[in-house]
């Protein structure tokens, strides 16, 4: 006789203990461990009719299994998911938000601007997975040192003013000789507008003005980025 298609799934605990996250980690290592797995281990309990890995895995679908998709959802959202509290959407929340300062910690590293990537690994824990567009600049020394990274400006899905002003300040109160330039483009869509070729062109134009250089517009997406300078468009 079929089982009902209703009837309560085995709990985590009655599985073979291969199957189950917490001891698959311990004996096989965490890198073959799935994302559903490692979110199960993070919530720690399903619902009535779920075990924790049945509901990671709708939490995956949910995100298009991605998990820059997860990492912008809120508590709201999470929340949404049956087997899910505050609780549990916070404690994945705070794994993400850990993630991201990791990325933090290891682009702080960084001690001389050599190229595009050194750019872009610098900015990825200010502008992975934002909603809206958000203008940054790093002042860098003669010898392409970072001095300081300030945001500028932040706008909407599409845009964000910009201030010629307040770069330049920046850059004289700073005493930098050099300036990178990375705005992000929440679409994904790694191909800069007219309007950022016209701001890059402004700011150049200033910089060569004041004896700044600037070195380089990055437009920063979460699957890779476009860089103005490699492309010959300063």
């Known amino acids: 006789m079929e089982q009902n298609a209703n009837e309560k799934r085995l709990s985590i605990l009655q599985w073979a203990e291969d199957d189950r996250p917490r001891e698959k980690l311990l004996l096989k290592g965490k890198s073959v461990l799935t994302d559903a797995e490692l979110i199960a281990i993070l919530i720690g309990s399903g619902n009535a009719n779920e075990s924790a890995v049945d ?6 679908s949910l995100a298009g299994n991605d998990l820059n998709a997860l990492a912008r959802m809120g508590v709201k959202d999470l929340c949404k998911i049956k087997g899910i509290g505050e609780a549990k959407a916070i404690s994945i929340i705070s794994a ?14 960084i001690t001389q601007f050599l190229g595009s990537i050194a750019i872009y690994n610098y900015f990825k824990a200010d502008l992975m997975d934002l909603p809206t567009e958000q203008f940054w600049i790093v002042l860098l ?28 300040k ?13 705005h992000n483009h929440p679409s994904g869509k790694k191909t800069p507008s007219q309007e950022d070729k016209n701001i890059t062109k402004k700011i150049v134009q200033a910089g060569e003005m004041l004896q700044i250089r600037i070195i380089d517009h990055i437009i920063f997406t979460n699957s890779g980025y476009y860089s103005f ?5 300063l």
């Open 55 to 60: 509901v990671a895995k709708r939490i995956m």
């Open 96 to 109: 993400m938000e850990l993630g991201r300062r990791r990325k933090q910690v290891e682009a702080e590293v």
């Open 141 to 168: 020394n003669h010898s392409l040192r970072p001095i300081k990274k300030v945001k500028i400006g932040e706008g909407g899905i599409t845009q964000v003013s910009v201030d010629l002003r307040i770069i330049f």
């Open 170 to 182: 920046e850059a004289l109160e700073n005493l930098a000789t050099n300036i990178a330039l990375i």
């Open 229 to 233: 300078a490699d492309e010959g468009d």
